[in-house]
Nanobody, 121 residues
Framework: QVQLVESGGGLVQAGGSLRLSCAAS????????MGWYRQAPGKQRELVAT???????IYADSMKGRFTISRDNAKNTVYLQMNSLKPEDTAVYYC???????????????WGQGTQVTVSS
């Protein structure tokens, strides 16, 4: 069974930092893009950042310069370093990965269960 397990969320004061991790496990042939999304109360889920296998990254404009996405392909893990956090960054953060489970099947998108990040003012 394929799983994406996030860790690293919590409560932090404005201006502080947190590092999220997400590890993919299970019978996976190949991992393509990995990324982070977030959903604040009453709002739609939005992109935070994505990273391709080769390291190409995309960031939402409001996260550029404050957040850094990285991955360790040997560990099937993606990270999100969040600095200079603001109260408006408060949300549930979800890990996402495009997985090929075996040759001959389509690549499918998988989601983690989410981790809460709360930034106090």
């Amino acid at each position: 069974q394929v799983q994406l397990v996030e860790s690293g969320g919590g409560l932090v004061q404005a201006g502080g930092s947190l590092r999220l991790s997400c590890a993919a496990s299970g019978n996976i042939f190949r991992i393509n893009d990995m990324g982070w999304y977030r959903q604040a109360p009453g709002k739609q889920r939005e992109l935070v950042a994505t990273i391709a296998t080769g390291g190409y990254t995309i960031y939402a404009d409001s996260m550029k310069g404050r957040f850094t996405i990285s991955r360790d392909n040997a560990k099937n893990t993606v990270y999100l370093q969040m600095n200079s956090l603001k109260p408006e960054d408060t949300a549930v953060y979800y890990c996402n990965a495009d997985l090929l489970l075996r040759l001959g099947v389509r690549i499918s998108s998988y989601w983690g269960q989410g981790t809460q990040v709360t930034v106090s003012s």
